[in-house]
């Protein structure tokens, strides 16, 4: 059982930035593909970004590319969002997520069914 513990979530201006970590608690971590995810008040849970389990491949929704970064640290079993320029719009508990069999080392996965562990979520809020 794959334990993912988010952090960094917060209330911030348009603007800013914030900077989400996502601990795993298994050592296995460096094999898993990762994801984050975000649901806003009302709406679907939407896909943010993903990173390959060898880091070298990512991909982004559309809206965030050039905004946020995703990116690994396998030897602190961490992955992390990086957010800048944030908007109201960005407002949404985010999620991370683990798919634990990627047979591929640059593959990456934007489908949420595609994903095997979730976090409990962190709230990020952006004012106007």
């Known amino acids: 059982q794959v334990q993912l513990v988010e952090s960094g979530g917060g209330l911030v201006q348009a603007g800013g930035s914030l900077r989400l970590p996502c601990v795993a608690s298994?050592?296995?971590?460096?094999?898993?593909?990762m994801g984050w995810f975000r649901q806003a008040p009302g709406k679907e849970r939407e896909f943010v970004a993903a990173?390959?389990?060898?880091?070298?491949?990512?991909y982004y929704l559309d809206s965030v590319k050039g905004r946020f970064t995703i990116s690994r640290d396998n030897a602190k079993n961490t992955v992390y969002l990086q957010m800048n320029s944030l908007k109201p719009e960005d407002t949404a508990v985010y999620y991370c997520?683990?798919?634990?069999?990627?047979?591929?080392?640059?593959?990456?996965?934007?489908?949420?069914?595609?994903?095997?562990?979730w976090g409990q979520g962190t709230q990020v809020t952006v004012s106007s």
């Open positions: 997520a683990a798919k634990t069999h990627s047979f591929l080392a640059g593959s990456v996965f934007s489908d949420q069914l595609d994903y095997d562990y």
């Open positions: 298994e050592r296995t971590f460096s094999s898993y593909a």
């Open positions: 990173i390959s389990r060898s880091g070298g491949n990512t």
